[in-house]
């Protein structure tokens, strides 16, 4: 998918928010997108996710399957937290068993199971903002869009939709997204992209403070026998810690997809503790 020249503005005679945008999406990436506030990263987002079309210009190369996660869920919709996302999954062209499957097991993932028949308008915003998520995650689709989709889980969950994205990239999926959070993702992204007057320019994906900053060391014990499981984010430092317990020493800006990776494991890893490395900048959130 490719913008040529894309232009937006909101009225005819609105102010240009964005303008001249020429943009490649390269399959298999991770896309960041920061820049001061209102100064268009939802409304570029929204053009990407095809639910707003330029002003000017145009979008080309075929449009991949998509999903999009909202900066804001419309929560009032009149289903219960399953029945949406396999309305959202058969949407997609799953079939409702399918559906239903994926809609399960996204709940699980982000521990929203025993919610699945509370009506969305019921659910807490923290919960409402997992179904969210899931019903972009379960269309495993080919460009996915999140606007602040880590706002307002919880942290295990902020977890497991860092897994989820790196999961989705790992698959070929180019994932777009805009998070307040500069350390979200950190050292992952391929790409960062930040909105300045109305155009783009790139910016250095290592600016999200890959290296950098503060370090977390946690200490974790596996069931006997069970090695470490493979590609964990940050790409964590280890050492035994003595009685088959491991520390692994990450990046503070990996530390919640690491718990998450590690909580999610099958079979999961015990998280024994949890401490900043001393001689850290006191920045850690
Ligand atoms: N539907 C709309 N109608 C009119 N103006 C809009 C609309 N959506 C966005 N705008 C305006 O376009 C500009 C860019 O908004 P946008 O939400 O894209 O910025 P943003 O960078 O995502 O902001 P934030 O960081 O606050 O989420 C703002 O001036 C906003 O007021």
């Known amino acids: ?30 896309v960041r997108v920061e820049g001061a506030n209102g100064t268009g990263k939802s409304t570029l987002l929204r053009l ?33 937290a399953a029945g949406y996302l396999v309305h959202l999954g058969r949407i997609h062209g799953l079939r409702r068993t399918e559906a239903a499957g994926r809609a399960q097991e996204w709940l699980s993932r982000f521990g929203a199971a025993e919610h699945a028949r509370t009506p969305l308008a019921e ?16 269309a495993e689709p080919e460009l996915l869009v999140l ?11 902020r977890g497991e939709l860092d897994r989820a994205v790196t999961e989705s990239v790992a698959a070929g999926s180019t994932v777009v997204f805009v998070d307040h959070d500069p350390r979200r993702l950190a050292g992952a992204a391929d790409t960062a992209l930040r909105v300045e007057g109305t155009g783009l320019v790139t910016a250095s994906p290592a600016s999200a403070g890959a ?7 946690i200490e974790v014990a596996g069931p006997a026998g069970t090695k470490l499981p493979a590609g964990l984010p940050g790409a964590p430092v280890r050492a035994a810690a003595g009685d088959g317990a491991l520390t692994l020493t990450v990046a503070s800006a990996h530390s919640d997809a690491l718990l998450g990776a590690l909580l ?3 079979p999961p890893w015990h998280i024994r503790s949890l401490s900043a490395v001393p001689g850290d900048h006191d920045e850690a959130a």
Do not use: H
């Open 147 to 157: 606007d602040e989709a880590w706002t307002g889980l919880d942290t295990a969950a």
């Open 48 to 80: 990407l996710a095809g639910i707003d079309a330029p002003t000017e210009g145009r979008i080309a190369g075929g449009r991949p399957r998509t999903a999009y996660v909202p900066e804001r869920f419309p929560a009032a919709l009149p289903f219960t």
């Open 264 to 266: 999610t494991a099958r």
């Open 211 to 217: 290296t950098a900053g503060p370090r977390v060391r």
């Open 123 to 138: 659910l807490s915003k923290g919960t409402s903002q997992k179904v969210a998520v899931a019903q972009a995650l379960l």
């Open 1 to 30: 998918m490719r913008l040529s020249g894309v232009g937006r503005r909101y009225g005819l005679a609105g102010p240009w928010v964005l303008r001249g945008v020429d943009l490649g999406l390269p399959r298999r990436s991770l």
